[in-house]
């Protein structure tokens, strides 16, 4: 039996995004996912060797891989170099933050990859979800009110854009800590408060509420003792903070990262598959 679209995914999402698949009568299977509500039509198997070669359309988690040794995913590891293996130029493939080394097997075997943050609807409704999902959670693990506080966002792309913007009707006042002068430029034109990092160690005492998007340690020793008892800092990159410092001090944060697959699953699962049949109806008219 040949399948539409495999998914091999390490979130709730891909759950979603292979029953939304589903209820369109496409033939799904999924290889090594666990989900309590998969629909009754959704195929599963634990055969990588069969799931690639009986699928012309894989899914690959985003991103496809943390150590890039290993796929991405929730449960038995599976070796990008296998994986590699089976494929030919019969597949179309999917995912995000694919390696060039990874790319350029992909070429010599015509393969063709699409990269989920290269596509601007992806990246931007991504963003959405996360600021949301950031939001409510530092709501809920602060015990002070947003309304009469300072709010702090670390840097101003695509996540702490839609993170600030949403903050301004919730806090009493919103900062934006960048060093990049375009995000800077960006900042101003909404009319937040600008400061850089070197800065924040003397300002970081007025806010309660901190999150992070700077993918790089700011939070050290000398701004943890800066902050106020009221902070609570949210760190969407897992790597802003001095986690043993931040410990020995007790301060109120929190690291997470993935943010979109755990809070917001039905949403961005639903995305994904929309995206993924827009570029491979493109493929097939093309071809």
Known sequence: MQFDFLIIG?????????????????????LNMNCEFFDKAVKKTSSLKFAVKNSKNI??????????????TNNKKISIEEFLSYLTCE?????????EKFLRVCREKNVFVYDYYKDNKFVV????ATAEAAIAKAILKNGFNMHFSKCLV???????KIIANKLKNLCSKVF???NDEKEK?????????VFETSSLVFKAEKFNYIFNTIPKQIFN?????????????????NVGIDLKKAKKKKINFEQISGIPGKFKAYSSGELLADITLKITKKINYEH
Do not use: M, Q
Not at 91 to 99: A, K, R, S
Not at 154 to 160: A, H, I, K, Q
Not at 222 to 233: G, M, P, Q, T, Y
């Open 154 to 160: 670390l840097g101003f792309g695509n996540c702490g």
């Open 185 to 193: 430029a960006w900042a101003r034109a909404f009319s937040f408060s």
């Open 10 to 30: 390490n979130d709730k999402r891909f759950c979603h995004f292979a029953n939304y698949l589903a209820l369109k009568k496409f033939k799904v299977l999924v």
């Open 125 to 128: 409704y991504n963003s959405i």
């Open 59 to 72: 899914i690959l988690s985003i991103p496809f891989s943390r150590d890039f040794v290993y796929l991405n």
């Open 91 to 99: 597949n179309v493939l999917f995912g995000g933050c694919f390696t």
């Open 176 to 178: 934006v800590c960048t």
């Open 221 to 237: 020793e000398d701004v943890l003792d800066a902050l106020n008892e009221k902070a609570f800092i949210l760190d969407i990159t």
